[in-house]
């Protein structure tokens, strides 16, 4: 007996518990710092329902460590002494055919470099911001990297990871 209600308790999967009553009706219940529970198991991500569908291709897993990759390509592509070779190496495709069956070409590989040096907070409503220059040892500098492809009407952009992807013709 519980302050006059009989109960049983139970575990969901969720750390959760139910009532029964002698007789049916809603009441507000607080558990105590003294009530005894265990701790709740970890929340899963996933939904534990639905039926298994087939193991994914390994190929559609995402490369590890691909912004190393990334960074490790730009720094190494400027100082190439011949880029083509480079490029060969890397293993890129100079022609090659999208997952939509569309021949691309290689026009060009693009680096750059951004440097934040300042940050925008909009006010409330939106209708203003506030500015603020960051403290050098708050800017950040990252290298970009892109494949410009051409694909017979207009120039496609990829990424290091989009271009991996790419059937080489």
């Keep these: 007996m519980h302050r006059g209600h009989d109960h049983h308790h139970h575990d969901h999967g969720a750390g959760g518990h139910s009532h029964s009553h002698a007789e049916a009706h809603a009441h507000a219940h607080s558990h105590g710092h003294n009530h005894g529970h265990s701790p709740r198991p970890a929340a899963q991500w996933q939904t534990p329902h639905l039926p298994h569908g087939p193991e994914p291709e390994e190929h559609s897993q995402p490369e590890a460590d691909l912004d190393l990759v990334e960074k490790a390509f730009v720094e190494g592509?400027?100082?190439?002494?011949?880029?083509t070779s480079f490029l060969r190496l890397?293993?890129?495709p100079f022609d090659a055919v999208t997952a939509e069956g569309v021949r691309v070409s290689l026009l060009r590989v693009e680096t750059g470099?951004?440097?934040?040096?300042?940050t925008v907070?909009?006010?409330?409503?939106?209708g203003s911001?506030?500015?603020d220059p960051l403290p050098a040892a708050m800017t950040s500098r990252r290298r970009t990297l892109r494949f410009v492809y051409?694909?017979?009407?207009?120039?496609?952009p990829l990424t290091l990871?989009?271009?991996r992807a790419l059937a080489q013709t």
């Design 121 to 126: 907070m909009p006010h409330l409503g939106g």
């Design 161 to 163: 990871a989009e271009v």
């Design 90 to 92: 890397a293993r890129i």
């Design 77 to 83: 592509f400027a100082t190439a002494s011949d880029p």
């Design 113 to 118: 470099e951004t440097t934040d040096v300042g």
């Design 150 to 156: 051409f694909d017979g009407s207009a120039t496609l």
């Design 129 to 131: 911001f506030r500015y």
